[in-house]
């Protein structure tokens, strides 16, 4: 954990070589693709990526961005590249480096760069206006500043950049910590928060138009944990607070930035 901003991050880190061949070829993946995404497939569409898709639609109508590409990073089965697309009325990009995933996303006739992000190169993008996405992303990478710096070449000025990710200050993650179920390389290696993304993104140019927490599941974690917390505060609030206050005490995290799930909007 870093002493001054609190990222929580994985030291030492895989070999890169081993990293990308798990991400591109272990059975791990191979499961995540021909099992556990397509069984839940119609549940995730319904309850997180179509929600998505909508979330993302009205930021760009409220950014008054017209005439684009997006361009879904990460965009494992393609699912959310599906739904934008109709919104949009333009086909999305999928990059995306497991030839599992990718190959469901061709399967929806989807154009995807099957690459990692860091080896993607501008000519493999469409030139005109873009909008980046990607989702549960950033805690997963090998080397975030080498990630950023591509994006940032890949994108034209005034294109947006989209993207959730954990917040290691979440609440959940803090009151759990070692028992935290977020925390398992090398899936989860890196954990920025609401005070550390942003020195990390203004480091790298980026214009930040918005940060929050939009998170609703962290007291439910905690819930489902309980016999785990070693906080004694969350414990007692999760045993004895009534339904009605943990919906309240949600909507305070939440607003507060102190949900596990953080979302930026930036431009280049």
Request: aromatic letters at 10%; glycine letters at 2%.
């Amino acid at each position: 954990e870093c002493p001054k901003c609190n990222t929580l991050f994985v030291n030492p880190r895989p070999k890169l070589e081993y990293f990308e061949n798990f991400y591109r070829k272990s059975s791990s993946m191979k499961f995540l693709s021909d099992n556990l995404y397509k069984k839940t497939k119609e549940v995730r569409k319904n309850k997180i990526l179509k929600p998505r898709a909508n979330m993302v639609f009205k930021i760009l109508k409220k950014e008054k961005f017209k005439n684009y590409n997006c361009v879904d990073i990460g965009g494992g089965t393609g699912i959310f590249a599906n739904e934008i697309s109709k919104l949009t009325k333009r086909k999305a990009i999928v990059v995306e480096p497991s030839h599992f995933l990718a190959k469901e996303c061709k399967k929806k006739k989807l154009t995807v760069i099957e690459k990692f992000l860091e080896n993607v190169k501008k000519e493999d993008l469409p030139t005109i206006k873009k909008v980046f996405t990607c989702f549960e992303l950033i805690e997963h990478l090998h080397n975030p500043s080498k990630f950023i710096k591509n994006l940032f070449k890949l994108m034209s000025k005034k294109d947006l950049f989209i993207f959730t990710t954990l917040s290691g200050t979440g609440t959940d993650i803090l009151a759990l910590w070692d028992n935290s179920k977020a925390i398992i390389p090398p899936h989860h290696i890196n954990f920025f928060n609401p005070k550390s993304i942003v020195v990390f993104l203004k480091k790298n140019k980026f214009k930040i138009l918005s940060i929050s927490t939009p998170g609703k599941l962290d007291l439910n974690i905690l819930e489902n944990e309980k016999e785990r917390i070693k906080d004694r505060f969350w414990k007692t609030f999760i045993h004895l607070a009534s339904a009605a206050d943990k919906v309240k005490m949600q909507n305070l995290i939440t607003s507060i930035n102190f949900s596990s799930h953080m979302m930026l909007v930036c431009q280049k």
